[in-house]
C-alpha cells in the first residue's frame, strides 16, 4: 500500500517540480518577446537599459520587469557572444533572482546563466558581486560574460589580489564585479581599517551570485580569514611565567600524553593565583576565573605546556639562539615555522632566548558571516542537493534541481568492491588500457595528491600516456580539463581539480583558437576556426562512438557531493558517457564504517583474487556511511559558527560605528557624549547614590577628573557646600569639561579641532577592538574546559564575551575623553623641533634606500642538485641561499614552488 507523501508527489509533484512548473509561465513571457528584442539595433540594446533603469528608480519592482530585462540579456549574449540561451538557463537565472541555489549538471552553462540576474539587479545601480573559486575563473569570465554587459550597456569589473588601489576602487563602481571570495572578504576587512570614507573599496552588499557555492560556503567557511600584524611586546609577561612553572608540583597538574594536553587542577589553579598576585601579574581582588583574567590563564596554560609537553632536542633544538621545531615524521629541521597563540614565546623564555613578539589578529571574518551580509545571495553548482539542509538553516538558501536542457545518457555503474588496495589498482589500470585503446577518453579521480602521483607510476608503468592534473596552476588545470575529452586521453585528478571548465567530447574548440592564435598571430582567426571546427568535429565523432567520457574514481570520498561532482564532469548536454567507482576494503572510508565486517563476509562467499563484489546494497551501505559523516561535519560547522556570531554581532556594532564617525562631519556631540557619561560613572563610583556625604570618596573623585577629564575644579570645595548632592557635583562637571573643551576648539581651530575628534575616535576603537579580538581568541582556548565542571562552554563564552564587550566600550569611553583631554597645540618651537627630528629621519631613510651593490649569483649549485628531486636539495632553511645556485634566498626561488 502506497503511504500518503507518495501519493501526494504522484499527484501533486515534488516541490522542485512545482518550483520548476510555476517558471515555466515566466519563461514563456520571456520567449514571447524574443522576436521583438530581435528587431532592436545595437543601440536600442542599451536604450533599453536605460529604460528599464528609469522604471527600477520610479518604484517598479524587479520581478514585473523580469521578463523585458531577460529578453534583452539573451539578445545581447545571441549577438556578442554567439550563444542563445536555452529555456532550462533561463529557468536558473529566475530561481537565482529569487535567492535560491540553482543546482545544474555540468555542462549546462552557468556562467552564462548568472548574466541574468546579474543584469536584472544591477538595474537598481548598486552593484552585484559574482563570485569565483580562483582569480582565473575571475578574470576569464569578466572578460567573457564583459562582452554580454557591454552590449547592454553596463560596465565590468574584476578584482585580483595585489591590484592598485584606483584600479581596485574602479571595479567595484562597476555594475557588475567578478572576483574571489578570498578578495572580497578581505577588502571588506581592510575597509573596516580605513580611516576615511573615500578610501573604502565596497561600496554596497546588494546581491552576491557565488558559483560553485558547496565549495565556497561549505568546504572552504571552515576557515576564517584573518589579517593579522605584529603584537605588542610581552617578553617581560613571558619571562615572569616562566619563571613560576617550576614552582608547579605534580599535583597542580593532570598530564594527558595521548591527546597531548595538559591541564591544571584545583589546587595549581589556587597555588597559580596565591603567586600571580604576589607578582603583582594578577591585580588585587581578581581571580583566574573573572573574564579579565583569560589572557593571563591563556598565558599560564601555554607556559605549562611549553615545559611538560615540549622537549628540548626531540620537539625543537636551540640553533644560533633561536628555537627551530622538529618535524616528527621526517625528524627534519621546520626553519622558520613557529607555533601560534604564545606556545613559541613560552618555548624561548623556558630556553632562554630571545622572545619575538606573536602575530595578532587585526581583524577576521568567517565566510559564513560575510555572505549573510548581502541583502539577498544567490548560488550555482553541479552538487548541492545533499547539503541542501545546511544551506537552508546557515544561509536561509533554498536548493532548486533545474533540468537539463537533454536527458542525461550516462551510464553509472554500481560500485565494484575488492578486499586489497593492490587488487583495485591492478583493476584501475586494466580498465584505463581497454579504454584507452578503443579511444575512449577516461578520466580518473584520486583523493590526494600522493595517490594520483602513485597511481601515474603504475600507468608509466603500463605504457599508458597520461596528463596528472597539478592544482597548483591554475591556468594549466583549464588547459588539461579541456584537452581531457580528446580522443583515448587519460587524465588524472584530485576530485576537485578542473571545475569551472567544461570536459567537451574531441577537446574545447575556444582553446585550441586561442592556442592556434597565440603560435602565429599573423593567421586569419576566421580560418583558423574553420579548420578547427573541422578536425574537431571529426575527432567528436569517434570519441562518440567509443562511449564519451568515462568517469573512473578510485576511492569514495567522505562527501557524496564531491563523488556526484565527478561523476558530473561525463554526460553533459545529452552525450553519452559512463562512470565507475573502484574501491577497496582498505580505502579510508571503507576501513572506517566497518570493512572487517563485509571482509568476514568476503571471505566466507570465497572471493578470488582480483575478483570484486559489485550489489546495488553495497552502493546503499556506502551511502549511509557518507551521509552519517557529512551529518558529523555539518555539526562541526554549526558549532563554529555559533561561536562566530557571538563574535559577528560585535563585530557589526563596531564596523557600524566606525562607518558612523567616518560619515560624520562633526563629532562635538558623540566626544561630548562619551565625557559625560565618563563623569557619569566616575561620580557615581565616588558618591554612590542613596548615600551619606561622609561616606563621599571626593579626594578620589578629583583625582579620578584629573586624570580623566583633564580638568583641575575644586570638586573638594562643591561637595562641602550646603545641599549639594551627586547631580549637582555632575552638572558642575559637565559645564567645566564643556568649556575646557570647547575653549581647546577655538586655540586649535574648529576644522583641526573635528579632524583630532575623528582620528582619536578610530583609533582608539581600533586598538581596542584588536584587543578584544585577542581576549576573545584567548577565552575561545580555555572555554571549553568548563564543560568539565558540567558548564556549556557556549553559553559561559557568550556570557563573558558580553561582558568584555561591556568593558570594551566602557574603556572606549575613558581613552578617547582621556586623549582628547590631552591634545593641545603645539608652541613654535616644538613644531621647528619636529620638523629637524622629521628631516632627519628622512636623510636616513634615503641613505638605506641608496642602491646596494648588486648580490653576484653564486652560479654553484649543490652537488647532485636535481631541480625534479627534492631529495637532492639538501637541507635548507627558508633564508638560506637557494641550492640551485641563483643567488636568491630558498623561499623567494625553489622554496616557493
Partial sequence: MLGIGTVARKIFGTPNDRKIKATRQVVAKINALEEEFAKLDDQGLVDKTEELKRRVAEGEKLDDLLPEAFANCREAAKRALGLRAFDTQLMGGIFLHEGNIAEMKTGEGKTLVATFPAYLNALTGRGVHIVTVNDYLARRDSEWMGKVYGALGMTTGVVYPQQPDAEKKDAYACDVTYATNNELGFDYLRDNMKSNLKDMYQRDHHFAIVDEVDSILIDEARTPLIISGPAQDRSELYVAIDKLIPEVLDDHFTLDEKSRNVTYTDEGNEF????????????????????????????????????????????????????????????????????????????????????????????????????????????????????????????????????????????????????????????????????????????????????????????????????????????????????????????????????????????????????????????????????????????????????????????????????????????????????????????????????????????????????????????????????????????????????????????????????????????????????????????????????????????????????????????????????????????????????????KAVDFGPETMRNIEKQVLLQTIDKKWQEHLLTLEHLRSVVGFRGYAQRDPLNEYKTEAFQLFGNLLDGLREDVTQQLAQVRPMSEEEQRALMEQYLKQQAAQAAAAAPAPAEEPSGDALPGFDENDQSTWGNPGRNDQCPCGSGKKFKHCHGGF
Avoid at 284 to 310: C, I, W
Avoid at 531 to 557: D, N, P, Q, S
Wanted: net charge negative; proline share 3%; with cysteine.
Fill in 272 to 743: 597559580l593565583e596565591q603567586r600571580l598576585s604576589a607578582l603583582g601579574l594578577l591585580p588585587e581582588g581578581q581571580t583566574l576565573y573573572d573574564p579579565e583574567s583569560t589572557t593571563l590563564v591563556h598565558h599560564v596554560n601555554q607556559g605549562l605546556r611549553a615545559h611538560k609537553l615540549f622537549t628540548r632536542d626531540k620537539d625543537y633544538i636551540v640553533r644560533n639562539g633561536e628555537i627551530v621545531l622538529i618535524d616528527e615524521f621526517t625528524g627534519r629541521m621546520m626553519a622558520g615555522r613557529r607555533l601560534s597563540e604564545g606556545l613559541h614565546q613560552a618555548i624561548e623564555a623556558k630556553e632562554g632566548c630571545n622572545i619575538q613578539p606573536e602575530n595578532v589578529t587585526l581583524a577576521q571574518v568567517t565566510f559564513q558571516n560575510y555572505f549573510r551580509l548581502y541583502d539577498k545571495l544567490a548560488g550555482m553548482t553541479g552538487t548541492a542537493l545533499t547539503e541542501e539542509e545546511e544551506f537552508l538553516e546557515i544561509y536561509k538558501l533554498g536548493v532548486v534541481e533545474v533540468p537539463t536542457n537533454k536527458p542525461i545518457a550516462r551510464e553509472d555503474e554500481h560500485d565494484a568492491v575488492y578486499r586489497t588496495g593492490e587488487e583495485k589498482y591492478a583493476a584501475v589500470v586494466a580498465e584505463i588500457k581497454k579504454a584507452h585503446e578503443k579511444g575512449q577518453p577516461t578520466l580518473v579521480g584520486t583523493t590526494s595528491i600522493e595517490k594520483s602521483e602513485m597511481l601515474s607510476q603504475l600507468l608509466k608503468a603500463a605504457g599508458i600516456p597520461h596528463d596528472v592534473l597539478n592544482a597548483r596552476q591554475h591556468e594549466r588545470e583549464a588547459q588539461i580539463v579541456a584537452d581531457a575529452g580528446r580522443l583515448g586521453a587519460v587524465t588524472i585528478a584530485t576530485n576537485m581539480a578542473g571545475r569551472g571548465t567544461d570536459i567537451q567530447l574531441g577537446g574545447n574548440v575556444e582553446m585550441k583558437v586561442m592556442e592556434a592564435l597565440a603560435a602565429d598571430p599573423e593567421a586569419d582567426p576566421e580560418a583558423v576556426r574553420t579548420k578547427i571546427e573541422g578536425e574537431h568535429a571529426a575527432e567528436k565523432a569517434k570519441v562518440l562512438e567509443a562511449g564519451g567520457l568515462f568517469v573512473l574514481a578510485t576511492e569514495r570520498h567522505e562527501s557524496r557531493r564531491i563523488d556526484n561532482q565527478l561523476r558530473g564532469r561525463s554526460g553533459r548536454q545529452g552525450d553519452p558517457g559512463r562512470s565507475a567507482f573502484f574501491l577497496s576494503l582498505e580505502d579510508d572510508l571503507m576501513r572506517i564504517f566497518g570493512s572487517e565486517r563485509l571482509d568476514k563476509v568476503l571471505s566466507t562467499l570465497g572471493m578470488q583474487e582480483g575478483e570484486a563484489i559489485v550489489h546495488p546494497w553495497v552502493n546503499k551501505s556506502l551511502e549511509r556511511a557518507q551521509a552519517k559523516v557529512e551529518g558529523r561535519n555539518f555539526d562541526i560547522r554549526k558549532q563554529l559558527l555559533k561561536f562566530d556570531d557571538v563574535m559577528n554581532d560585535q563585530r557589526k556594532v563596531i564596523f557600524s560605528q566606525r562607518r558612523e564617525i567616518m560619515e560624520t562631519e562633526d563629532l562635538s556631540e558623540i566626544a561630548q557624549d562619551m565625557r559625560h557619561q565618563v563623569i557619569d560613572d566616575l561620580v557615581d563610583g565616588c558618591m554612590p547614590p542613596k548615600s551619606y556625604a561622609d561616606q563621599w570618596d571626593t579626594q578620589g573623585l578629583y583625582a579620578s577628573v584629573m586624570e580623566k577629564v583633564g580638568i583641575d575644579v575644586p570638586v573638594i570645595d562643591w561637595a562641602a557646600e550646603e545641599g549639594a548632592d551627586d547631580d549637582t557635583i555632575r552638572e558642575k562637571l559637565y559645564d567645566a569639561s564643556d568649556e575646557f573643551m570647547a575653549k
